[in-house]
């Protein structure tokens, strides 16, 4: 599934200053020179590099990728969003099946507009999307998962790891599927020690584990999909409770660095989390979140930042009772009309024995 990428995208000029680093970012991918001339790519010899064909994206480019390129800046999921996502997709109710329109707005078109009865996502074809390509808005693009370009070309995800994971496990996706990404930075002419020092600096690397011990950098997992990654069992917590305890923003990480704090220092009890049970699960939802929301604003979370930092809501479920709003709806059970995010996790699990 490729898309050349229109000349409508706005591309960024020459370069990118990063803390004190200037990357090299030319307006457009280099043509073959002349017979018996090498192509340029874009100043780099990299012609062995296998992943060549990204060394020249600019940032701001959106940029068609092969979901089994991507390098993960991350050690761990959390399963059960991705259980969720699976369960919609393959279990799913939705006279649309949603997978359609995640593929879309993460491609930068906001939502599937048409999908055949027999339509695939490996099958760009079989469906169209809310906006065609070349028609992206500020807001659509702003929702696209990102990547930085490393040494070599190499394409490192900075956003969107659980959602590649998906269409990289939901039947009719895979490694070879491909999906477009924004371009952070380019950093392919540095060093590997360099390129990983801007990361941390940047703060584009997540390097702990689920129990909060260090991950080296050449620990981290060198592919999208379920199996090389730990599951942290916070992070899921943490992404069921969204709109709930807390809003997600643009901080790079944000639910890992609410996931620590639960695990060190909230002092929520979750020693009877079963994480099987839709009943059990909403009791964790439930009182996590609502510390969340009693923080201040300043009191400080993990990494430096703040509950403010974080998305922290002022009220929890927006001020609305349980029996309304975003945790009403995350409450429904798999035989309601509409289930909860929850319960198509939860089912997922229940149908394929992973419970």
């Not at 379920?226 to 916070?234: M, T, V």
Request: one cysteine or more; a neutral charge.
């Amino acid at each position: 599934m490729r898309f050349r990428v229109p000349s409508a995208v706005p591309l960024l000029a020459v370069g990118v200053a990063l803390a004190g680093v200037v990357t090299t970012a030319p307006a457009a991918f280099a043509a073959p020179g002349a017979p018996g001339e090498r192509p340029s790519f874009c100043g780099h010899d990299n012609r062995k590099s296998p992943f060549s064909q990204y060394l020249c994206a600019e940032p701001g480019r959106l940029l068609d990728v092969r979901i089994g390129d991507v390098h993960p800046t991350q050690p761990s999921l959390g399963y059960d969003e991705v259980y969720y996502k699976l369960g919609r997709y393959t279990l799913g109710k939705d006279a649309v099946n949603k997978k359609f329109s995640d593929w879309c707005e993460a491609d930068g078109r906001v939502e599937a507009a048409t999908v055949r009865p027999d339509a695939r996502l490996d099958d760009p074809s079989s469906f169209t999307c809310a906006l065609p390509v070349g028609g992206e808005t500020a807001e659509s693009t702003a929702a696209m998962k990102t990547v930085v370009i490393g040494p070599g070309g190499e394409p490192f995800l900075t956003d969107g790891h659980h959602t590649l994971t998906s269409f990289y496990e939901t039947p009719d996706g895979g490694a070879d599927l491909h999906v477009r990404l924004r371009v952070l930075a380019n950093l392919s002419t540095l060093t590997r020690k360099d390129f990983w020092a801007q990361m941390q600096a940047h703060k584009w690397v997540y390097l702990s584990d689920p129990e909060g011990n260090p991950v080296k950098i050449n620990k981290l997992p060198t592919s999208v999909g379920l199996a090389n990654f730990q599951d942290d069992r916070y992070r899921s917590l943490l992404y069921f409770g969204r709109d709930i305890g807390y809003t997600q923003n643009s901080v790079p990480f944000q639910e890992f660095y609410w996931g620590s704090w639960i695990r060190d220092s909230s002092g929520v009890d979750l020693s009877g989390w079963d994480r099987n049970d839709l009943t059990g699960y909403l009791a964790a939802v439930k009182s996590t979140t609502q510390v969340m929301t009693a923080l201040p604003k300043t009191a400080p979370v993990d990494s430096g930042f703040t509950a403010g930092d974080l998305g922290a809501l002022d009220r929890w479920n927006a001020g609305k009772a349980a029996d309304k709003g975003e945790f009403d709806k995350l409450s429904k059970p798999y035989a309601d009309a509409k289930p909860g995010k929850l319960a198509y996790a939860l089912e997922y699990k229940k149908v394929n024995g992973l419970g």
